[in-house]
């Protein structure tokens, strides 16, 4: 049989769960928007380095199909 006690002693084990997981769950939440953050700041950079790559060197990212054939042709 189940006591007064007993049902108040689950009953705190179940909050106490429940509070650690809220804790998890915000800790998570935080660093998933931390990686979003960098994955955004990691892309921006790369659009800019693309962008001077080819403001630099235009033969290096263009088409190679673009290239008109080699004289032996």
């Known amino acids: 049989m189940t006591t007064a006690a007993d049902i108040e002693a689950r009953v705190v084990e179940l909050e106490t769960r429940l509070a650690f997981q809220e804790q998890a769950m915000a800790e998570l939440s935080d ?10 700041r990691n892309d921006l950079l790369l659009r800019r380095a693309l962008e001077e790559l080819q403001a630099s060197r235009p033969g290096v990212t263009a088409d190679p199909a673009d290239e008109p054939p080699p004289p032996h042709y």
């Open 31 to 40: 660093a998933l928007a931390g990686a979003r953050l960098e994955l955004a």
